[in-house]
């Protein structure tokens, strides 16, 4: 629709999340009549986050090290695990400050529709952790959607064998969710009246 290098950054901004078509369009020509100071702070921003960004080679959140901040911190539980899909869970439940253990980001969670399944998770590396017999309670904290729900469920069959104490959110977080969009005393409540899982 427009020439080269315009109709390059619509395509690229259209491959970002939630960004449709018009979207991108309108980013575009916003950052084309941006000051140029402004945009190359985002061009840094982005250089940025490729070269100094990286996931933390225990737990998978964002790291700026080879370890988290969570991970490093001799003052975490180490005993009690809360598995959630993405980094952005960890920065929801690190708000409520009722969570004192570590944590494990799966990278996702199991959806048949789409294709991904316990393989393509950070499932492997969470049971190599647990090897260890440190942790003793795991606490299934991935979002209360359909997809959220199979892989707590997979989880539990998998991990209460290994005579794990495993638990699962309490209800009263909105159904049907994403756990980010949980406000923090919900969520915060939800830690507190935690459930075993009988599977
Ligand atoms: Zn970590």
Do not use: W
């Not at 969570?70 to 920065?91: F, M, N």
């Not at 708000?95 to 990278?107: A, D, M, N, Q, S």
């Not at 499932?123 to 979002?143: F, K, M, P, Q």
């Not at 729900?149 to 994403?178: C, F, I, N, Q």
């Amino acid at each position: 629709m427009y020439e080269g290098v315009v109709q390059d950054l619509i395509d690229e901004l259209g491959r970002l999340p939630g960004v449709g078509p018009k979207s991108a369009q309108r980013i575009a020509f916003h950052l084309l009549q941006s000051d140029p100071v402004d945009v190359r702070r985002l061009v840094t921003a982005l250089g940025e986050v490729i070269e100094k960004v990286r996931f933390c080679e225990v737990c998978g959140n964002v790291s700026a090290d080879e370890q988290c901040k969570i991970c490093r911190d001799p003052r975490r539980d180490p005993a009690v695990l809360c598995v959630v899909e993405e980094p952005k869970d960890v920065v929801a439940i690190e708000k409520t400050r009722e969570f004192r253990g570590r944590y494990h980001v799966l990278g996702g969670a199991i959806s048949p529709i789409e294709g991904v399944g316990p393989d393509d998770l950070r499932v492997r590396e969470l049971v190599t952790r647990l090897a260890s017999g440190e942790v003793t309670e795991i606490i299934l904290a991935t979002d209360p959607n359909l997809e959220g729900e199979a892989t707590a469920t997979y989880l539990a069959r998998l991990l209460k064998p290994m005579g794990l104490r495993v638990t699962r959110l309490a209800s009263g977080l909105p159904v049907g969710g994403d756990l980010e969009y949980a406000d923090e005393l919900t969520l915060g409540r939800a830690f507190e009246g935690r459930r075993l899982l009988d599977v």
